[in-house]
Protein backbone atom coordinates (compact mmCIF):
# COMPACT_ATOMS: atom_id res chain seq x y z
CA UNK A 1 0.00 0.00 0.00
CA UNK A 2 1.62 3.31 -1.01
CA UNK A 3 2.72 5.72 1.66
CA UNK A 4 -0.38 8.59 2.43
CA UNK A 5 2.03 10.96 1.25
CA UNK A 6 2.34 9.72 -2.22
CA UNK A 7 -1.30 10.77 -2.96
CA UNK A 8 -0.16 14.10 -3.69
CA UNK A 9 3.42 13.91 -4.58
CA UNK A 10 3.99 14.84 -8.28
CA UNK A 11 6.59 14.63 -10.64
CA UNK A 12 7.83 17.86 -9.77
CA UNK A 13 7.79 17.46 -6.48
CA UNK A 14 10.24 14.54 -6.62
CA UNK A 15 12.40 15.86 -9.04
CA UNK A 16 13.15 19.08 -7.03
CA UNK A 17 13.59 16.89 -3.77
CA UNK A 18 15.95 14.67 -5.87
CA UNK A 19 17.76 17.52 -6.80
CA UNK A 20 18.04 18.86 -3.19
CA UNK A 21 19.27 15.63 -1.63
CA UNK A 22 21.85 15.80 -4.17
CA UNK A 23 23.12 18.86 -4.49
CA UNK A 24 26.69 17.87 -3.21
CA UNK A 25 27.03 15.31 -5.95
CA UNK A 26 27.17 17.90 -9.17
CA UNK A 27 30.80 18.17 -10.06
CA UNK A 28 29.86 22.35 -10.45
CA UNK A 29 27.01 24.58 -10.29
CA UNK A 30 26.57 24.34 -14.12
CA UNK A 31 25.95 20.65 -13.93
CA UNK A 32 23.14 21.31 -10.95
CA UNK A 33 21.63 24.29 -13.02
CA UNK A 34 21.70 21.54 -16.46
CA UNK A 35 19.73 19.11 -14.31
CA UNK A 36 17.10 21.14 -13.54
CA UNK A 37 17.12 22.86 -16.56
CA UNK A 38 16.67 20.28 -18.70
CA UNK A 39 13.78 18.97 -16.47
CA UNK A 40 12.01 22.21 -16.73
CA UNK A 41 12.10 22.58 -19.97
CA UNK A 42 11.29 19.16 -20.88
CA UNK A 43 9.88 17.42 -18.54
CA UNK A 44 7.53 19.68 -16.53
CA UNK A 45 5.32 20.41 -19.28
CA UNK A 46 4.30 17.74 -20.06
CA UNK A 47 4.69 15.22 -16.77
CA UNK A 48 5.24 17.57 -14.23
CA UNK A 49 2.23 18.19 -12.36
CA UNK A 50 1.77 14.34 -13.27
CA UNK A 51 0.77 12.27 -9.87
CA UNK A 52 4.40 10.01 -10.11
CA UNK A 53 2.24 6.66 -8.68
CA UNK A 54 0.71 7.22 -12.07
CA UNK A 55 3.02 7.87 -14.57
CA UNK A 56 3.03 5.00 -17.02
CA UNK A 57 5.30 4.25 -20.47
CA UNK A 58 3.00 6.57 -22.24
CA UNK A 59 3.54 9.15 -20.47
CA UNK A 60 7.57 9.06 -20.49
CA UNK A 61 6.53 8.28 -24.47
CA UNK A 62 5.37 12.17 -24.59
CA UNK A 63 7.92 13.67 -23.14
CA UNK A 64 10.50 11.81 -25.85
CA UNK A 65 7.88 12.41 -28.86
CA UNK A 66 7.05 16.09 -28.23
CA UNK A 67 7.19 18.58 -30.93
CA UNK A 68 10.13 21.30 -30.93
CA UNK A 69 8.12 24.04 -32.33
CA UNK A 70 10.21 25.55 -35.44
CA UNK A 71 11.04 25.59 -38.20
CA UNK A 72 9.21 22.24 -38.50
CA UNK A 73 6.77 21.51 -35.79
CA UNK A 74 5.59 18.59 -38.20
CA UNK A 75 8.92 16.74 -37.75
CA UNK A 76 10.97 18.27 -35.02
CA UNK A 77 10.54 15.86 -32.26
CA UNK A 78 12.89 15.87 -28.80
CA UNK A 79 13.87 12.23 -29.25
CA UNK A 80 14.83 12.30 -33.57
CA UNK A 81 16.15 16.05 -33.25
CA UNK A 82 17.58 16.54 -30.28
CA UNK A 83 18.80 12.66 -29.67
CA UNK A 84 21.80 13.26 -26.98
CA UNK A 85 19.57 15.84 -25.08
CA UNK A 86 16.67 13.72 -25.10
CA UNK A 87 18.73 10.51 -23.80
CA UNK A 88 19.82 12.60 -20.61
CA UNK A 89 16.34 13.81 -19.70
CA UNK A 90 15.51 10.05 -20.35
CA UNK A 91 17.52 8.76 -17.98
CA UNK A 92 16.73 11.86 -15.39
CA UNK A 93 13.17 10.84 -15.74
CA UNK A 94 14.71 7.16 -14.57
CA UNK A 95 16.40 8.25 -11.69
CA UNK A 96 13.57 10.86 -10.08
CA UNK A 97 10.88 7.86 -10.83
CA UNK A 98 13.73 5.72 -9.17
CA UNK A 99 13.57 8.16 -5.80
CA UNK A 100 10.02 8.01 -6.02
CA UNK A 101 9.81 4.54 -5.52
CA UNK A 102 12.59 4.10 -2.90
CA UNK A 103 10.39 6.40 -0.89
CA UNK A 104 7.22 4.73 -1.38
CA UNK A 105 5.78 7.36 -3.35
CA UNK A 106 4.50 4.48 -6.32
CA UNK A 107 4.70 0.68 -6.06
CA UNK A 108 4.77 -0.02 -10.59
CA UNK A 109 7.60 -0.50 -12.06
CA UNK A 110 9.78 2.61 -13.76
CA UNK A 111 8.27 3.44 -17.49
CA UNK A 112 11.48 5.13 -17.85
CA UNK A 113 13.39 1.82 -17.78
CA UNK A 114 15.47 1.38 -21.83
CA UNK A 115 16.34 -2.26 -22.05
CA UNK A 116 13.46 -4.36 -22.60
CA UNK A 117 11.17 -1.58 -22.08
CA UNK A 118 11.24 1.63 -23.87
CA UNK A 119 13.64 0.07 -26.22
CA UNK A 120 10.28 -1.53 -28.18
CA UNK A 121 8.80 1.58 -28.60
CA UNK A 122 11.87 3.72 -29.61
CA UNK A 123 14.93 3.21 -32.03
CA UNK A 124 18.14 3.21 -30.79
CA UNK A 125 19.57 6.34 -30.12
CA UNK A 126 22.74 5.59 -32.63
CA UNK A 127 20.03 4.55 -35.56
CA UNK A 128 18.07 7.96 -35.20
CA UNK A 129 20.77 11.11 -34.62
CA UNK A 130 24.88 11.90 -35.14
CA UNK A 131 26.83 12.90 -32.30
CA UNK A 132 25.86 16.59 -31.04
CA UNK A 133 28.86 18.51 -31.19
CA UNK A 134 29.84 22.22 -29.89
CA UNK A 135 29.60 24.62 -33.20
CA UNK A 136 33.25 25.28 -33.53
CA UNK A 137 35.23 28.03 -35.51
CA UNK A 138 37.71 26.43 -38.80
CA UNK A 139 41.32 27.37 -37.35
CA UNK A 140 41.58 29.59 -40.75
CA UNK A 141 39.29 31.91 -39.30
CA UNK A 142 40.55 32.22 -35.79
CA UNK A 143 42.96 35.49 -36.39
CA UNK A 144 40.54 37.58 -38.06
CA UNK A 145 37.88 36.50 -35.36
CA UNK A 146 40.87 37.14 -32.49
CA UNK A 147 41.10 40.95 -34.25
CA UNK A 148 37.69 41.34 -34.15
CA UNK A 149 37.50 40.58 -30.75
CA UNK A 150 40.36 42.50 -29.56
CA UNK A 151 37.95 45.55 -30.12
CA UNK A 152 35.17 44.37 -27.80
CA UNK A 153 36.72 45.86 -24.06
CA UNK A 154 34.21 44.40 -21.77
CA UNK A 155 35.12 41.51 -19.50
CA UNK A 156 33.16 38.76 -21.06
CA UNK A 157 35.28 39.61 -24.03
CA UNK A 158 38.26 39.54 -22.26
CA UNK A 159 37.54 36.19 -20.30
CA UNK A 160 36.91 34.96 -24.16
CA UNK A 161 40.31 35.78 -25.24
CA UNK A 162 41.78 34.65 -22.45
CA UNK A 163 39.71 31.43 -22.84
CA UNK A 164 41.05 31.25 -26.61
CA UNK A 165 44.65 31.82 -26.03
CA UNK A 166 45.41 28.98 -23.03
CA UNK A 167 42.36 26.25 -24.75
CA UNK A 168 40.97 25.90 -21.20
CA UNK A 169 36.84 24.86 -20.56
CA UNK A 170 34.69 27.91 -20.06
CA UNK A 171 33.78 26.71 -16.55
CA UNK A 172 37.83 27.13 -15.52
CA UNK A 173 38.31 30.71 -16.81
CA UNK A 174 34.97 32.01 -15.63
CA UNK A 175 36.17 30.65 -11.89
CA UNK A 176 39.69 31.94 -12.34
CA UNK A 177 41.48 33.64 -9.03
CA UNK A 178 44.07 36.31 -8.92
CA UNK A 179 45.46 33.28 -6.35
CA UNK A 180 45.59 30.84 -9.11
CA UNK A 181 48.15 32.75 -11.30
CA UNK A 182 52.34 32.64 -11.01
CA UNK A 183 53.60 35.75 -13.10
CA UNK A 184 57.12 34.68 -12.22
CA UNK A 185 56.77 31.12 -13.38
CA UNK A 186 53.93 32.26 -16.10
CA UNK A 187 51.73 29.55 -14.71
CA UNK A 188 48.28 29.26 -14.66
CA UNK A 189 47.65 26.33 -11.84
CA UNK A 190 43.94 25.59 -11.89
CA UNK A 191 43.17 23.94 -8.71
CA UNK A 192 41.00 20.38 -8.84
CA UNK A 193 37.74 22.17 -7.76
CA UNK A 194 37.72 23.80 -11.20
CA UNK A 195 38.14 21.18 -13.65
CA UNK A 196 36.51 18.55 -14.71
CA UNK A 197 38.94 15.73 -13.94
CA UNK A 198 38.92 17.21 -10.63
CA UNK A 199 43.08 17.43 -10.48
CA UNK A 200 45.45 20.23 -10.45
CA UNK A 201 46.10 21.54 -13.82
CA UNK A 202 48.76 23.89 -14.53
CA UNK A 203 48.44 25.65 -17.31
CA UNK A 204 51.46 27.58 -19.77
CA UNK A 205 51.15 31.28 -20.24
CA UNK A 206 52.09 32.81 -23.20
CA UNK A 207 53.13 36.18 -23.29
CA UNK A 208 50.03 37.00 -25.21
CA UNK A 209 48.06 35.51 -22.06
CA UNK A 210 50.58 37.71 -19.37
CA UNK A 211 49.75 40.63 -21.53
CA UNK A 212 46.10 40.39 -21.58
CA UNK A 213 46.02 39.40 -17.51
CA UNK A 214 48.31 42.38 -16.40
CA UNK A 215 45.29 44.79 -18.36
CA UNK A 216 42.74 43.84 -16.26
CA UNK A 217 42.57 45.37 -12.51
CA UNK A 218 42.86 43.04 -9.72
CA UNK A 219 40.39 43.80 -7.39
CA UNK A 220 40.61 41.84 -4.07
CA UNK A 221 37.99 39.23 -3.09
CA UNK A 222 36.69 39.10 -6.62
CA UNK A 223 37.82 36.35 -9.49
CA UNK A 224 39.77 37.22 -12.68
CA UNK A 225 36.79 38.41 -14.92
CA UNK A 226 34.18 39.16 -12.51
CA UNK A 227 30.52 39.85 -13.02
CA UNK A 228 28.86 42.81 -12.53
CA UNK A 229 27.62 42.11 -9.03
CA UNK A 230 31.32 40.58 -8.57
CA UNK A 231 30.82 36.96 -8.79
CA UNK A 232 31.81 34.95 -11.61
CA UNK A 233 30.30 35.65 -15.05
CA UNK A 234 27.45 33.18 -16.44
CA UNK A 235 28.43 30.52 -19.26
CA UNK A 236 26.13 32.93 -21.00
CA UNK A 237 28.16 35.87 -20.91
CA UNK A 238 31.00 34.65 -23.41
CA UNK A 239 27.81 32.89 -25.31
CA UNK A 240 26.25 36.44 -25.93
CA UNK A 241 29.66 37.48 -26.96
CA UNK A 242 30.11 35.34 -30.17
CA UNK A 243 26.17 35.15 -30.81
CA UNK A 244 26.16 39.14 -30.96
CA UNK A 245 28.85 38.98 -33.47
CA UNK A 246 27.11 36.23 -35.04
CA UNK A 247 23.98 38.80 -35.86
CA UNK A 248 26.08 41.44 -36.44
CA UNK A 249 27.36 40.03 -39.44
CA UNK A 250 31.14 40.22 -38.00
CA UNK A 251 30.74 36.05 -37.49
CA UNK A 252 29.85 34.21 -40.55
CA UNK A 253 29.51 31.00 -38.85
CA UNK A 254 27.52 30.35 -35.55
CA UNK A 255 30.19 29.15 -32.72
CA UNK A 256 30.02 28.59 -28.65
CA UNK A 257 32.57 29.13 -26.33
CA UNK A 258 33.46 25.57 -26.04
CA UNK A 259 33.87 24.74 -29.79
CA UNK A 260 37.31 26.87 -29.43
CA UNK A 261 38.76 23.80 -27.82
CA UNK A 262 37.82 22.05 -30.99
CA UNK A 263 39.44 25.21 -33.31
CA UNK A 264 42.83 24.37 -31.04
CA UNK A 265 42.94 20.90 -31.15
CA UNK A 266 42.31 21.13 -35.38
CA UNK A 267 45.10 23.39 -35.46
CA UNK A 268 47.36 21.80 -33.50
CA UNK A 269 46.65 18.89 -34.62
CA UNK A 270 46.90 20.10 -38.93
CA UNK A 271 49.55 22.63 -38.61
CA UNK A 272 52.08 21.28 -36.31
CA UNK A 273 53.96 17.94 -35.11
CA UNK A 274 53.70 18.11 -31.55
CA UNK A 275 53.14 14.71 -30.24
CA UNK A 276 49.15 13.45 -29.18
CA UNK A 277 50.06 12.97 -25.89
CA UNK A 278 50.97 17.11 -25.66
CA UNK A 279 48.21 17.92 -27.86
CA UNK A 280 46.00 16.32 -25.53
CA UNK A 281 47.41 17.27 -22.42
CA UNK A 282 47.70 20.91 -23.56
CA UNK A 283 43.44 21.15 -23.24
CA UNK A 284 43.21 19.19 -19.78
CA UNK A 285 42.73 16.03 -21.08
CA UNK A 286 43.88 12.89 -19.06
CA UNK A 287 46.72 11.04 -20.92
CA UNK A 288 46.90 7.32 -21.16
CA UNK A 289 45.93 3.90 -19.46
CA UNK A 290 46.53 3.75 -15.65
CA UNK A 291 50.22 1.97 -16.12
CA UNK A 292 51.22 4.41 -18.26
CA UNK A 293 50.38 7.43 -15.70
CA UNK A 294 51.88 5.46 -12.98
CA UNK A 295 55.59 5.94 -14.73
CA UNK A 296 55.14 8.96 -15.91
CA UNK A 297 54.51 11.79 -13.51
CA UNK A 298 55.26 14.86 -15.51
CA UNK A 299 52.71 16.82 -17.11
CA UNK A 300 54.99 17.82 -19.92
CA UNK A 301 54.58 21.41 -18.90
CA UNK A 302 57.87 22.75 -21.00
CA UNK A 303 56.86 20.90 -23.92
CA UNK A 304 52.90 22.11 -23.50
CA UNK A 305 54.29 25.75 -22.91
CA UNK A 306 56.50 26.06 -26.50
CA UNK A 307 52.86 24.36 -28.38
CA UNK A 308 50.98 27.47 -26.62
CA UNK A 309 53.43 30.21 -27.21
CA UNK A 310 52.91 28.74 -31.16
CA UNK A 311 49.25 28.97 -30.60
CA UNK A 312 49.58 32.31 -29.24
CA UNK A 313 51.19 33.80 -32.13
CA UNK A 314 48.82 31.72 -34.88
CA UNK A 315 46.07 33.63 -33.17
CA UNK A 316 47.94 37.09 -33.96
CA UNK A 317 48.11 36.35 -37.59
CA UNK A 318 45.55 37.17 -40.48
CA UNK A 319 43.26 34.66 -41.48
CA UNK A 320 43.73 32.38 -44.88
CA UNK A 321 41.81 34.06 -47.44
CA UNK A 322 42.63 31.33 -49.96
CA UNK A 323 43.55 27.47 -49.85
CA UNK A 324 46.83 27.01 -49.08
CA UNK A 325 49.34 24.28 -48.25
CA UNK A 326 49.84 23.94 -44.53
CA UNK A 327 53.27 23.81 -43.66
CA UNK A 328 53.79 22.47 -40.40
CA UNK A 329 55.54 24.46 -37.26
CA UNK A 330 58.64 22.81 -36.83
CA UNK A 331 58.37 20.93 -33.59
CA UNK A 332 60.25 22.22 -30.08
CA UNK A 333 58.80 19.10 -28.56
Known amino acids: ?76 TLWYNRTETAKRVLGRIKTIIDFAIVNEYRTRLNPA ?33 MAKLAKNQSISAKAL ?76 ALSAITRGMHERGELTVYVVPHGFRSTFRDWAAECTTYPDEIRKAASGHTVGDAVQKAYQRTDLLEKRRSLMGDWASYLSKPSVKAPANVVPIRSKA
Open 113 to 145: VWKGYLETQLPAPDKVSKPEHHPALPYKMIGDF
Open 1 to 76: MLAAASQHKTFKDCAEAYIKAHATDYTNDKHRKQWSATLKLYAYPVIGKRLVANIGMRDVLDVMNQKLGEPNPQSE
Open 161 to 236: QFLILTGVRSGSVRDAQWSEIDFASKLWIIPAEHTKTKEEHRVPLSPQAITLLKSLPQLAGHPIFPSPRGGSLSDM
